[in-house]
């Protein structure tokens, strides 16, 4: 699975939109990136995920790079319950012969939204 | 709604005991596995099972076992429980089709 770079720490206001980029440059054409979130003290939470075109459901947007090296994770309206790790995961569809179905998270992105 | 639940959510276990971590989950996944969460160091894979009775190890299995007798069942244990062991455990499960991963809400296991 490719490797993905995020920035450590990201503040956001309340009400505003947050986004949050990811450096994927290794990627493969047939991987897909993927985000997760964690909230404090409870387990990783699937947000969205894409391959090539840009995606949108109720809880998120993902704007994926024509080169697909990079993408951003905008959160159109932050708020307060959105503070929490973010992680941007890049792995295949499907299974690994290594992993299985595994994820293999980073560090993520912690965001604060502020008030 | 797909629920993935963990027996405890904080657990304390003394240096050498035997420590059982259960999870179950009610959607018919394929797919389960057990992490472990550290300060600094994110995530890490333990172990995971494909199938009933078919388990893999993960990047950091050992001091740990598994066990699957049942498709909704997927158990955690330390066979001896050391001081380096005290993490946060996060269960999940994924269908064989799905491209979500359902994660539990963890269990924090202290050895003392």
């Known amino acids: 699975d490719a490797k993905t770079t995020q920035p450590p720490s990201m503040d956001c206001a309340e009400g505003r939109a947050a986004n949050l980029p990811c450096n994927h440059s290794?990627?493969?054409?047939?991987?897909?990136v993927y985000w997760y979130r964690q909230i404090h003290s409870q387990g990783p939470q699937y947000i969205i995920h894409?391959?090539?075109n840009n995606e949108t459901n109720e809880m998120a947007s993902l704007i994926i790079t024509e080169d697909r090296k990079s993408s951003t994770l905008i959160l159109p309206h932050a708020t307060l319950r959105d503070t929490a790790v973010y992680y941007c995961?890049?792995?295949?569809?499907?299974?690994?012969?290594?992993?299985?179905?595994?994820?293999?998270f980073g560090k993520g992105t912690s965001l604060l939204v502020t008030p | 709604d797909v629920k993935v639940t963990q027996s405890s959510r904080y657990l304390v276990k003394r240096t050498g005991e035997k420590v059982f971590l259960e999870c179950v989950q009610d959607?018919?996944?394929?797919?389960m596995f057990w992490y472990r969460q550290d300060p600094g160091l994110g995530l890490r894979l333990i172990y995971f099972?494909?199938?009933?009775?078919?388990?893999e190890k993960g990047d950091i299995p050992e001091g740990y076992s598994v066990s699957r007798e049942k498709k909704e069942r997927f158990s955690l244990i330390l066979e001896s429980a050391s001081t380096n062991q005290t993490s946060m455990y996060l269960c999940?499960?994924?269908?064989?089709?799905?491209?979500?991963?359902?994660f539990g809400p963890g269990t924090r296991l202290t050895v003392t």
């Open positions: 999940a499960s994924q269908g064989q089709s799905s491209y979500e991963q359902y």
């Open positions: 959607m018919d996944h394929e797919n």
């Open positions: 290794t990627i493969s054409g047939n991987e897909y």
């Open positions: 099972s494909y199938d009933v009775k078919m388990k």
């Open positions: 995961i890049v792995r295949l569809w499907g299974t690994n012969s290594n992993s299985g179905y595994a994820l293999n």
């Open positions: 894409g391959l090539k």
